[in-house]
């Protein structure tokens, strides 16, 4: 039994130096740049150690983009009502104003695109599933619905970090809530 705990705490050890490192990797160089060889010198380990607990980088990368989704997924929310959805924008934007470096870089860095359009497939996903008939449409308008949110609220947010996040937070949230639910005459004068 003592053995048997030894044991866990090493892989443990080891799979925490793994990810420690990648995320690390991630955040200095575009994907296509890392290399198990590197990975395993950083995280002081050898190949084969690497390939006991995964058979690639990508299911290494497959890993870290579940664990990001599901904390995304972790939030209980509500399609309900619009207030619903001004919330929702507003939990959205401070919780990606906070967010590691990690996140932002999987998130605004070209290399890393399909890795985020992953992580948000499957959040946008999930809410489909467990808000199905929330907007009291038909499945296919509600997946527009929820692909013009997801993609919105991403696309806003790498434009805020292009500009150097130099709008303020709380003004991005604003601005982010009327493009997203009113669109752009929300905020563009009309001619009159």
Known sequence: MEQRKKED?????TKDAIHR??????CEMD???????????RAQ????????HYNSLEDLLAELQDEIADHFI???VSYSNMKDIWELIRVFFEQAANMPLLHEKLMCNGSYQMVWERINKKIMDHRKETNRGAF??????????FAFYGANSTLLYRQWVADGKKLPLEDLIDIATKLICS???????QEG
Do not use: P
Request: hydrophobic share 35%; aromatic share 10%.
């Open 31 to 41: 994907y296509d740049q890392i290399t198990i060889k590197e990975l395993t010198a």
């Open 9 to 13: 705490l090493r892989v443990k050890k």
């Open 183 to 189: 669109g752009m005459s929300s905020v563009v004068k």
């Open 21 to 26: 490192t990648f995320k690390t990797m991630i």
């Open 136 to 145: 009291g449409l038909d499945e296919y308008s509600e997946n527009m619905v």
């Open 74 to 76: 972790s939030r209980k």
């Open 45 to 52: 380990i050898n190949r084969k150690t690497f390939y006991l």
